[in-house]
């Protein structure tokens, strides 16, 4: 964050200063909602959760260095009071990002892939100059002005995910960090009992190319994807597409998979050609490297180093088709951060990639938020791992898990309660040489079945 006196802190939040607090005391970051991540000369912003209140800890942030409190009430460490913390989190970042006009904003969003899109994206750009990019997912009104307020005056480019739960989120966060480039990936079903249609969706997701700038703007659109491809109409911004389509700017030919479940591919530019062989796993990685590689041809950064970063790039955010090898050569792919129809068919092709001639095994769990589908999608999922050959079918959960064990009739399909007795089902099953697809939602706990296996975790 660039240093700030806590009275501008408190001007730019509307809130007001506590009397222990000095109005010459220097914020200089980082900003942080974890006390544990306290540090001396940071700001602690105490958020009330549904189950722990950010206020209780607000001393010990203090004691570990943080100059001072955005809280909603006095607390015991000196303190700016807001009427509404969240709100004033995203005015102090909408200060911040003003004052840092050499940064260029990139947006990122999509239904699914946002996350590895973003951190492919954040890897090229650190090649041109100091880059910030969220953690792991903070992509909501909390984790985007988190990540806004890293900044600092080397900061050259700021790589933002951004999700959205209802039309008008994006909108409000493209206003904290109004983007430069914005790259839609894709319209799907994850979410879809919120937004209660396709279409919503894509108008929800077109929220970030509408505010791109008719002046150096670009909006990074995927080909290949109708609904995507259409929000062109919606920007003053210059368009660029990618995809596999031969009118994509930026495309892929000649895809190939290994027997790894890695693809390989020629990546085609306007001005050139070049070999990528990707490290990630999974044919979706393929369009999830197209559009980092769009964004960062837009940047001037040649193909070559394009396709030689994204060669070299290792999956950086936990449980997305994290691959791992046991020593007795049981393969473990933990794909347990999020699940919807889209990835879940993702996921099992990759299975079907990396297990050829090896015998499958597949743990799922239901897929949430999907609204009134949600019974129906779901009994789909049950059809797609019947359909893939597996020696095994666990599937986890209580009565909403059961669409899926319909679904699965005829396959060798073992219904249990939990994370935990997944593991123990499965393990006495597990020769050398077999793969396992654990395949869920966060929500859902499923991490812990990638754990167990693996020997990380209390059995």
């Known amino acids: 964050m660039i240093p700030m006196p806590l009275a501008r802190v408190a001007e730019i939040t509307s809130g007001a200063l506590t009397g222990t607090a000095d109005p010459r005391a220097v914020v200089r970051g ?17 958020i009330k959760g549904a189950r722990v209140d950010g206020h209780d800890f607000a001393e010990g942030a203090h004691q570990a260095g943080a100059v001072a409190v955005l809280a909603a009430r006095p607390t015991e460490a000196p303190t700016v009071i807001v009427g509404d913390v969240v709100a004033a989190l995203a005015s102090l970042a909408t200060a911040v990002c003003r004052e840092l006009p050499q940064a260029t904003v990139i947006g990122v969003t999509g ?20 880059t910030v990019a969220p953690v792991g997912s903070f992509n909501n ?14 900061t050259r480019f700021m790589v933002l995910e951004l999700s959205a739960r209802n039309v008008g989120h994006i909108a409000d966060l493209v206003r ?26 894509a108008k929800a997701k077109g929220e970030l190319v509408e505010s791109l700038p008719a002046r150096g703007g670009v909006a990074v659109l995927n080909a290949d994807d ?3 491809r259409a929000m062109a109409d919606r920007t003053a911004a210059r368009v660029t597409l990618f995809g596999r389509s031969p009118e994509a700017a930026v495309r892929a ?16 530019t306007p001005s050139g050609s070049a070999k990528v062989t990707l490290r990630l796993y999974g044919g979706h990685a393929v369009e999830n490297a197209l559009a980092a590689a769009a964004a960062v041809y837009e940047l001037g950064l040649p193909v070559a180093t394009i396709a030689r970063e994204l060669s070299e790039a290792e999956p950086r955010s936990r449980w997305r088709m994290e691959v791992k090898d046991r020593p007795d050569g049981v393969t473990v792919m933990n794909d347990a951060y999020n699940a919807n129809p889209d990835s879940m068919r993702a996921a099992f092709a990759t299975l079907g990639d990396l297990g050829r001639h090896r015998r499958r095994f597949a743990v799922i769990a239901p897929m949430l938020e999907l609204g009134e589908e949600g019974p129906m999608l779901n009994e789909q999922a049950g059809r797609t791992a019947a359909a893939a050959g597996l020696a095994g079918l666990i599937v986890v959960g209580g009565a909403d898990a059961r669409p899926i064990v319909v679904g699965a009739a005829g396959a060798p399909v073992l219904h249990v309660p939990d994370p935990q007795a997944a593991a123990q089902a499965l393990a006495p099953m597990l020769a050398p040489g077999d793969v396992v697809l654990i395949k869920g939602s966060r929500a859902t706990g499923l991490e812990r079945t990638a754990e167990i296996l693996l020997g990380g975790a209390d059995q």
């Open 226 to 228: 109708p609904l995507v």
């Open 30 to 46: 980082p900003v942080v909602i974890d006390s544990r991540a306290a540090a001396p000369g940071s700001l602690f912003v105490a």
């Open 111 to 130: 239904s699914s892939g946002k996350t590895s899109t973003k951190d492919l994206l954040a890897g090229l750009t650190a090649l041109i100059g100091p």
């Open 141 to 154: 009104e909390i984790g985007h002005p988190l990540t806004v307020l890293r900044a600092d005056e080397s």
């Open 176 to 201: 904290i960090a109004p983007p430069k480039i914005g790259v839609v990936l894709n319209v799907g079903t994850a979410h879809l009992g919120v937004f209660g249609g396709r279409d919503v969706i």
């Open 253 to 268: 030919t000649d895809v190939a998979m290994d027997d790894r479940g890695r693809a390989s591919f020629t990546l085609s």
